[in-house]
């Protein structure tokens, strides 16, 4: 479990593949941490693609360090810049997965020379509803994030996947609530608080924004919406799957992804 320093946090990170291979990052969502990308990622090594493979456990989240809310989108885009200046990678492509995409956003919008292409799944360029946010974490502070498991579950996941004969679905629930307090409210704020509706006009790499068909946090409507932003870029829609299609349908985005791949 390689741990490493960087922006006065300890992150908790995975680094595989060869060094001198194309560098995929990928930053997963709120409430999550990095195993949520095993499956997709073992779907690309099926398909054949030799990569290095980054993911890591963002503030607040998994085994990384857990500090006090509220937190910045900038504290989570100088976190991962930092993560990568440490591991020497550059040029990379980076998958974020709903605030990983706007994390993904944010580092382009810093740091454009770390960025070869962007795959935006399940994000936008701005995830609203200050009001929506607000009473998200009064309620988990209050009664903590066991409270809001039901709906949120319906947001991440299809019907067909909430079966209580599905083992997969208990361990992600377990995933959501013993997520920190502190790490998933200072998210929510930064969330809440962050507009990247300018740096989202700006790209000029090649991107892709994928979303499921049955995303109840960032519908498809959302997701398209920041497409019609980002010039040249790529949209599709993964019939079937909720907020988190590379747990859902982990060999279709790793179809979707090698075919985008393939034409950088």
Known sequence: MPFIHANNITLHYADEGEKSAPTIV?????????????????????SGLNARFIRYDKRGHGLSDVTPQPYKMDDHVDDLIALLDALDAKNVILFGLSVGGLISQGIYGKRPDLVRALVLSDTAHRIVGESMWNGRIDTVNKDGIKSILDGIMERWFSKEYRSADNPDFSGYCNMLV?????????????????????????ITVPTMLLVGSNDGATTPE????????????????IDGPGHLPCIEEPEETARLFMDFYKGL
Do not use: M, P
């Not at 040249?232 to 829609?237: C, L, V």
């Open 26 to 46: 990928f930053s997963n969502s709120l409430g999550t941490d990095f195993r949520i990308w095993d499956a997709l990622i073992a779907s690309l090594k099926s």
């Open 178 to 202: 013993q997520t920190t307090v502190d790490g998933y409210c200072g998210t929510c704020a930064a969330i809440r608080d962050t507009d990247f509706t300018e740096i989202a006009k700006s």
């Open 222 to 237: 959302l997701v398209a919406s920041t497409h019609a932003l980002i010039a040249n870029s790529r949209f599709e829609i």
